[in-house]
């Protein structure tokens, strides 16, 4: 069955950056399209950023374009969020999930990671 | 940026009744590019509705999606005890957006 575990995070100083990784199995990772998604503690959710299957095509929420970067290793099925110059607003859960599709459109999040903690404080 | 409006916030219903779910946006999603998601508490969420109308893998049948434009609703049939949780609704017919939830209570 597919799984998806998200790590890498933790407490970091605004303007500081951190990655998460999200290890994918179960599936053919290389063949689908992969989504971050975060939730703010208490809050609803809120897209962040799609990649084809072979990297080639990105997009990213306005809130974060710019400061993040999205890409993957499919040799490791590995799946990364570089998150550069964080701001306390980027306090949140963040969600790996896979795409229907290969493309790296919008689509609805097939199967979903456990999250990752991120906390933006001094 | 198409916003999505979900009402109620909070529906309070018991096991066995009925619960319809409202998901509008603010211009017409094409293709009815629209996904339902179940979130319990500390829990990811799970697709259960994409396409408008299409249930996910291994979703049970008393939940279906209807609705095209700008209308779009959740219907679960009978609650289950597990069924209690909150309900996102998301489009992703031009970029992608979420409702701000409805939570399904326990009455």
């Known amino acids: 069955q597919v799984h998806l575990v998200e790590s890498g995070g933790g407490v970091v100083q605004p303007g500081r950056s951190l990655r998460l990784s999200c290890a994918a199995s179960?599936?053919?990772?290389?063949?689908?399209?992969m989504h971050w998604v975060r939730q703010a503690p208490g809050k609803g959710l809120e897209w962040v950023a799609v990649?084809?299957?072979?990297?080639?095509?990105?997009y990213f929420a306005d809130s974060v374009t710019g400061r993040f970067t999205i890409s993957r290793d499919n040799s490791k099925n590995t799946l990364y969020l570089q998150m550069n110059s964080l701001r306390p607003e980027d306090t949140a859960i963040y969600y790996c999930?896979?795409?229907?599709?290969?493309?790296?459109?919008?689509?609805?999040?097939?199967?979903w990671g456990q999250g990752a903690l991120v906390t933006v404080s001094s | 940026e198409i916003v999505l409006t979900q009402s109620p916030g909070t529906l309070s219903l018991s096991p066995g009744e009925r619960a319809t779910l409202s998901c509008r946006a603010s211009q017409s999603v094409s293709s009815s590019y629209v996904a339902w998601y179940q979130q319990k508490p500390g829990q990811a969420p799970r697709l259960l509705i994409y396409?408008?109308?299409s249930r996910a893998t291994a979703i049970p049948d008393r939940f279906s999606g209807s609705g095209s434009g700008t209308d779009f609703t959740l219907t679960i049939s009978r609650l289950e005890p597990e069924d209690f949780a909150v309900y996102y609704c998301q489009q992703y017919g031009s970029s992608l957006t979420f409702g701000g939830g409805t939570k399904v209570e326990i009455k």
């Open positions: 990649i084809s299957f072979d990297g080639g095509n990105k």
């Open positions: 999930a896979k795409s229907p599709y290969s493309s790296g459109s919008y689509s609805p999040f097939e199967y």
């Open positions: 179960g599936f053919t990772f290389s063949l689908y399209g």
């Open positions: 396409g408008a109308s």
